[in-house]
């Protein structure tokens, strides 16, 4: 974190100084972060010194927290991640790829929904039985089939709350994917998105859509705008099909605003993603793809939206959303607008984890099926059988009355396997005494035990003595030495005069031409030096994981940050970035030099041919 606030002078957009806090007449507070991972999350600063997965939603100090990326399943979710107290948790999964994607709202239960529903499309509710009166799904029929709807909601990208003033789609959009079948269900999923907004919006509701959106909009939104029309070999910045979908999407030609640039028109390099494996955080250089989305007529309650470019723990930050506590023009209290009329707390929808069998007490625990015992005494004392009684008894005791009598212990004390011999057991004695039938049994299991095998209880006790077979007299009978003794006879050993002195083993003598070949084979097999780049400093070793006749060969790049790049590949002058200097004839900057070179040569096929090529291609 030092790192990156050292680089703050980079930034031209001073964050808000509000970050993790309301302030001023700011009453309720939406957080979206796409934590890549909540199991991870927990494993970085300053998630990792938090007690309990509350105190890191209380430490985000919002009413309203979406996380996309939770990479988690329904059966890893434990009673402390869906049970927070002060919270109401709305979690989804994947159907398919599992610990993949996921997403999940936390409310505070003071405002909790009126309403939620699982997925984009509708068909989850109507299948899982909790349906949803949101609406506004009921025109996507009109344009794709059922089975594409079903595999647009597989993924686990989408919860959907009523909290009366709007609707909060909380969203997590396929990545880029160079699949021709993957970028097709990318644009689909934006396709259902956009209909389902715009049919809640026609009627009369107002939205607010929080989310990685996974799209770069304007050139403004990008650290190298240059550098993306030149790799993706486009006319413009906005010639792609998703940035022309979220164009359309946005105001004036679609029903939603961007609040950020909205409210910051002008913020320059407000990035909310950066690449973490070339390390392009610490020079905040990334993409801003997290969007807080809102309908034109519910700004005027919206005071500021911001992103938390500080706030660590995944490569997003997150990006927040801030009410005023009165509207400025009608003056209606906004608790008013959020909670149902005459009514402090209503209870929240069935889709509420609160409500899903393993927290809820239905669901069968694994100790229920050793429960039998106890369930065979209840139905004996309705049929009129006498009451299991507990008694406790000294496994000691019961140990040694089995062990060191001839008589068999008592048919009626049933001891508990493993149970430790220290600690008191219990025992089930029935009031009234066995019949004849059962108590025969139970005095045959002696003979039983006899023929060899052993009881539970003699796995408690003291061994019996065995007994032993004399052993024949030996001719002489020898007195075993002393400790002292055998310390003397070793010290005699190491007695330069003894004659029981070893020998010392003398090391041969290397000539000169012997010495020089060993030291030539320890520089042949001694690993080759890092090189340093054309800053002068070591360079980083990589891997290459890419499929081809390089894949798994490793070299060397500048360890430097990534940083803008011109169209002839050097660096791009900056007004806060140091002056070029030259360094091996190269043109060096602050940020990564094109410095390059394999670790090894390249393989050898079967052929004999070179599998790669050793030498760097030229910029084109």
């Not at 790799?231 to 961007?258: A, I, N």
């Not at 930050?317 to 509207?327: G, K, Q, R, S």
Request: proline share 8%; net charge neutral; aromatic share 8%.
């Amino acid at each position: 974190m030092s790192v990156l606030m050292s680089q703050c002078a980079l930034w031209s957009f001073k964050f808000p100084q509000h970050i993790l806090g309301t302030s001023g007449t700011c009453r309720m507070k939406i957080v979206s972060w796409n934590v890549n991972s909540i199991r991870t999350l927990r494993q970085y600063y300053p998630w990792c010194e938090y007690k309990n997965f509350q105190s890191i939603l209380d430490a985000l100090d919002a009413d309203i927290i979406c996380f996309q990326e939770m990479k988690i399943t329904r059966s890893s979710t434990d009673s402390e991640m869906a049970l927070v107290p002060g919270y109401d948790a709305f979690l989804t999964y994947p159907k398919r790829r599992h610990g993949y994607a996921g997403v999940t709202t936390y409310v505070r239960s003071d405002i909790t929904p009126v309403d939620a529903e699982e997925g984009l499309t509708g068909v989850l509710g109507k299948a899982s039985g909790h349906k949803s009166s949101i609406g506004g799904c009921e025109n996507l029929m009109d344009e794709f089939t059922l089975a594409e709807l079903q595999e647009l909601d597989s993924e686990g990208r989408v919860i959907i709350t009523d909290h009366r003033l709007f609707i909060l789609i909380n969203v997590y959009c396929p990545v880029s994917d160079p699949s021709e079948e993957r970028e097709m269900f990318r644009m689909r999923f934006y396709r259902a998105l956009q209909m389902r907004v715009e049919a809640l919006v026609a009627a009369g509701r107002e939205v607010v859509v929080v989310g990685d959106i996974n799209v770069c909009h304007q050139e403004i939104d990008h650290c190298d705008p240059k550098k993306s029309i030149r790799e993706r070999q486009l006319t413009s910045f906005g010639d792609t099909p998703c940035r022309q979908w979220l164009h359309q999407f946005l105001v004036p030609e679609g029903p939603m605003v961007d609040v950020f640039r909205h409210l910051h028109p002008t913020a320059q390099k407000a990035f909310t993603c950066w690449n973490t494996l070339l390390n392009a955080r610490p020079v905040n250089y990334g993409t801003r793809i997290d969007y807080t989305l809102a309908t034109p007529t519910l700004l005027p309650w919206i005071k500021d939206s911001a992103v938390e470019a500080q706030v660590m723990g995944s490569d997003h930050c997150p990006v927040t959303l801030l009410f005023a506590d009165v509207h400025p023009e009608t003056g209606c209290a906004l608790l008013d607008e959020l909670r149902a009329p005459g009514l402090e707390r209503v209870e929240p929808h069935r889709l509420c984890a609160k409500y899903w069998d393993e927290f809820a007490g239905k669901q069968q625990k694994i100790k229920s099926f050793f429960l039998k015992k106890s369930s065979a005494a209840a139905e004996g004392a309705e049929d009129g059988r006498p009451p299991i009684v507990e008694v406790q008894e000294s496994v000691g005791s019961a140990v040694a009355h089995d062990t060191l009598t001839a008589d068999p212990p008592l048919p009626s004390l049933q001891m508990k396997v493993g149970q430790s011999a220290a600690t008191p057991k219990k025992t089930l004695l029935r009031s009234a005494p066995k019949s004849d039938a059962k108590a025969r049994k139970a005095s045959s299991k002696p003979a039983e035990r006899a023929s060899g095998q052993k009881s539970l209880s003699a796995f408690f006790g003291k061994p019996q003595a065995e007994e032993q077979q004399p052993l024949a007299a030996p001719t002489s009978i020898a007195t075993p030495p002393t400790k002292p003794a055998i310390k003397d006879a070793i010290e005699s050993l190491h007695d330069a005069g003894s004659p029981h002195t070893l020998p010392q083993a003398s090391k041969p003598e290397l000539t000169s031409s012997q010495d020089s070949a060993r030291e030539e084979w320890r520089s042949l097999l001694r690993p080759a030096p890092i090189p340093n780049c054309y800053h002068g400093e070591p360079a980083k070793e990589w891997t290459v994981n890419k499929p081809g006749p390089n894949r798994g060969r490793m070299f060397y790049l500048c360890a430097r940050s990534v940083g803008p790049s011109s169209e002839n590949g050097n660096s791009e002058r900056d007004s806060s970035e140091a002056p070029k200097r030259k360094v091996w004839g190269k043109e060096v900057g602050e940020f990564r030099c094109d410095f390059f070179q394999w670790k090894k040569g390249p393989k050898r096929g079967a052929d004999g041919q070179l599998n790669g090529n050793i030498t760097k291609k030229p910029r084109p």
